[in-house]
């Protein structure tokens, strides 16, 4: 007699509800990220959103820093930065380079005299593979003290409110020597000509392991010839790119990288504050520039110069700053990848 045979019954509802729990968890991990819980919160996409200019999002491309032009080069080491720095980038040598020469500015199609601050991104990767990312901008501090002030800020600029900058200032007391550097700091003609400060600090592990927080500059070799801004606005509106374009084409363009090491109580988390002078400062290396291109078609087009990007023997420090960039950063990137069509490629050998 065939005898029916049950299957052992098996645990349904225990599945169903570790199931719901493990779906429910998920869900309330991406909504904590997403500040769905804490609408005061600042998120990635918040910030990003700040930047955005009264005529729209500039689509395909970054959202501040948008209008920039590719280079690359080498990192000619001198052998000095090992004595701050274990990282393989400082050991003598040449590494390979690739940059980007940009304004601050939401809008890509800025005229170059509009635009106050000037930056450079930076890319080196030495051999064993890890590298050095680094974004760098001219003014000597940062206009602010921490992330959620530069929101302020940014919102404040882009308000209706015709007090919103006024109020801002007010309570924003360290803005004033950003203010008064945007007002009266020289002007030059070229990025050749100008010093990128990375501002933010950094720890640096030397081979015994002692550290050091540093900052790190680069200084231009380049005589800086200060130009007035009447003048700059009578050179057109791309005259940077062009004049780079050019200077390099008759000779490689080089920038001295200098190391900055802080003192004991010196201010480590707020980029709002330079340091004294008389600070101990190593020379690294040389940036040397040797070609330039466009960005539609170039090689910096699609990289995040995120400034958390470190090689062994350099890492982030108590300054709240690269964190908050690097998450900022990385939404932008995600955000003008992903319009691609909208700032389409002519050349048809590069990626799609
Ligand atoms: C919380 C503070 C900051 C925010 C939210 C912010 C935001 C941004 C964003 C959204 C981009 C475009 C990124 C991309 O699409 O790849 C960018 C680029 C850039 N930022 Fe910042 N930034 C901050 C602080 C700084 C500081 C302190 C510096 C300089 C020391 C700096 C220098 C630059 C430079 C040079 C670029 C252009 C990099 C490139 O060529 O890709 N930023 N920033």
Avoid at 226 to 252: M, N, T, W
Avoid at 282 to 307: A, H, K, M, S, Y
């Amino acid at each position: 007699m065939a005898q029916s045979r049950q299957p052992p019954a098996r645990p349904v509802f225990g599945s169903l509800v570790l199931i719901a729990v493990v779906i429910a968890g998920g869900a309330a991990a991406f909504a904590y990220t997403a500040g769905w819980f804490s609408p005061q919160r600042l998120t990635p996409d918040k910030f990003v959103d700040a930047f955005t200019p009264l005529t729209g999002p500039p689509l395909g491309h970054r959202r501040n820093h948008a209008k920039g032009i590719c280079f690359t080069g080498v990192f000619e080491a001198n052998g000095a930065g090992p004595a701050l720095s274990h990282a393989q980038v400082f050991t003598r040598g040449q590494y390979p380079v690739l940059g980007r020469f940009n304004l601050g500015t939401p809008d890509p199609n800025a005229p170059d005299a509009t635009v106050r601050v000037r930056g450079l991104g930076l890319r080196i990767s030495p051999p064993d593979g890890q590298e050095w990312r680094s974004a760098m901008v001219n003014p000597p501090f940062f206009p602010v003290s921490t992330p959620q002030a530069f929101y302020e800020l940014l919102l404040a600029s882009g308000s209706k409110d015709p007090d919103a900058m006024k109020t801002f200032v007010a309570t924003h007391p360290e803005f004033a020597a950003f203010g008064a550097w945007a007002k009266d700091g020289p002007w030059t003609g070229s990025y050749a000509e100008d010093r990128f400060n990375g501002l933010n600090s950094f720890v640096f592990t030397d081979g015994s392991g002692a550290e050091h927080t540093v900052r790190w500059s680069l200084l231009p070799t380049a005589q800086p010839v200060p130009v007035s801004h009447d003048e700059l606005v009578k050179r057109g509106p791309d005259f940077l790119e062009q004049e780079i374009a050019e200077r390099v084409r008759g000779a490689p363009q080089r920038w001295t990288m200098v190391v900055t090491v802080a003192n004991p109580g010196d201010p480590t988390s707020d980029p709002s504050k330079a340091w004294p002078e008389d600070r101990r400062v190593v020379e690294v290396g040389t940036l040397i520039v040797q070609e330039i291109q466009p960005e539609r078609d170039g090689p910096c087009r699609d990289i995040n110069f995120d400034p958390t990007v470190l090689p062994s023997g350099m890492r982030t420090s108590d300054d709240p700053f690269p964190a908050a960039r690097s998450s900022v950063y990385a939404k932008s990137f995600d955000r003008r990848t992903a319009e691609a069509k909208d700032y389409p490629r002519t050349a048809t050998d590069t990626k799609p």
